[in-house]
């Protein structure tokens, strides 16, 4: 166990995969009017999902995880890249980075709680 | 970890704006130029057009940069009758430069909203690293 709590390392883990995803969407958009430019994805694997759910992601899990082109309809110069679509995803991957955020930050709440004996 | 790699997506856009910036810039001139029927060696101006490219930097992170601003050779010149104008030719001909400009006004929204798209991702960002920099308190 760990100072925050069993699943601390494994919440900077996929704090990290969030980062990462952002990043990658990130290009997408500053790379809209590129020609040829494939839009591309951080795709979770199934095995890391179900990972997920038991929390037993082993930490560096995701720092393997490579990028993907995105199956999305090319334009007419090449590029993959739909705006919205990044956008949405970016949102998305925003709301887990915050919501990952909010336990960590619960946990450490519990930990002073526990250390201080007042809540 | 994650503090580094919300700032490189930051980095990122702003390559992003900086291009669409740039963009911006040439529809601007293109507009300026739209009647100039003497860019300097007696020919009219042609519009020009920016062209994007994807550079990888040192950390991997897919940049976008203005590779080369090309002069349009494929949309035809207007040639205008004029013959009171300075540079009209023998027949009283006048050649005007290939802008057209609701095709550059609607050029320039689109990189407009290109911009924004990445201002917003920008903000996005910020916001993300900010409250990721609250989890000491």
């Known amino acids: 166990m760990d100072a925050i709590g069993g699943n601390g390392a494994m919440i900077a883990t996929l704090l990290d995969a969030a980062a990462r995803r952002q990043r990658v969407l990130a290009a997408n958009i500053a790379n809209v009017d590129t020609p040829g430019y494939k839009a591309k994805t951080l795709e979770f694997p199934a095995e890391l999902e179900k990972a997920m759910l038991d929390g037993s992601v082993p930490e560096g899990a995701v720092k393997g995880l490579e990028t993907v082109e995105r199956d999305t309809p090319m334009k007419a110069n090449g590029n993959t890249v739909d705006v919205d679509l990044e956008l949405a995803e970016m949102g998305k991957t925003s709301m887990a980075f915050q919501t990952l955020l909010a336990v960590s930050q619960m946990k450490q709440a519990q930990m002073r709680a526990a250390i201080t004996g007042r809540g | ?137």
Do not use: C
């Not at chain 2, 910036?21 to 920016?50: C, F, L, P, S």
């Not at chain 2, 203005?66 to 023998?90: C, F, L, N, Q």
């Not at chain 2, 005007?96 to 996005?124: C, G, H, I, K, W």
């Open chain 2, 1 to 137: 970890m994650s503090i580094d790699g919300l700032f490189g997506g930051m980095s990122v856009s702003a390559s992003g704006m900086a291009a669409q910036r740039a963009r911006m810039n040439v529809i601007a001139a293109n507009i300026a130029h739209a009647q100039d029927t003497d860019r300097g060696d007696g020919k009219a101006y042609v519009r020009k057009e920016v062209v994007f490219e994807t550079v990888l930097d040192e950390a991997g992170k897919e940049l976008v940069r203005v590779s080369d601003v090309a002069e349009d050779v494929r949309t035809p010149m207007e040639r205008i009758h004029a013959p009171g104008h300075p540079d009209a030719d023998k027949d009283g001909y006048v050649t005007m430069p290939n802008v057209s400009p609701v095709f550059e006004m609607t050029d320039l929204v689109s990189a407009s909203r290109s911009y924004e798209a990445n201002l917003q991702v920008s903000r996005m960002l910020k916001d993300m690293a900010e409250r990721a920099l609250e989890l000491g308190r």
